[in-house]
């Protein structure tokens, strides 16, 4: 009895970490990390997508283990047809679909509204963004710095 439990357990908690969707990668160059093989270090015009979401780099790191990409320099986001992120440094998890991007300047651009801003956090489980420090809002008529 204690053996099936445990085989259901184990069923079940594969099935749970094995249904998130796995970020889809392409580069130009890469390789594995001799140290850490779970990472994969790209490079040479990164494209990568997930759920929706594509995004475009330099270069980037993703670990096949845990699902997350970090992404350096040049960073595009394309979230809708409307809606983009750009910046320099980007965390993202793919299991949590959450997203910090840092820059001397990230933009977040949705449709007619553009935030500036060095630090912006988004979720896409609720397509809330924030920042933590400074930011300016512009739309077509008004422009806030917070």
């Known amino acids: ?4 439990i445990f085989i259901l357990l184990f069923s079940t908690l594969s099935a749970i970490t094995y249904s998130q969707k796995l970020i889809e990668y392409q580069s130009g160059m890469g390789t594995r990390d001799a140290k850490k093989p779970d990472i994969w ?4 015009n990164v494209t990568a997508s997930h759920d929706g979401m594509d995004l475009y780099a330099d270069s980037a790191h993703y670990n096949t283990n845990l699902n997350d990409f970090t992404a350096f320099r040049n960073i595009k986001i394309v979230l809708t047809d409307t809606t983009f ?4 440094l980007l965390f993202y998890n793919g299991n949590t679909r959450v997203l910090e991007i840092f820059g001397k300047e990230v933009v977040f651009i ?3 509204t553009t935030l500036k801003t060095d630090h ?10 924030g920042y933590t420090n400074h930011a300016i809002t512009t739309t077509k008529d008004k422009t806030k710095k917070a």
């Open 85 to 88: 992120i750009y910046g320099d």
């Open 41 to 44: 270090v790209l490079y040479d």
């Open 110 to 112: 949705d449709g007619n």
């Open 1 to 4: 009895m204690k053996k099936i």
């Open 120 to 129: 912006l956090q988004y979720d896409r489980n609720t397509n809330v963004a």
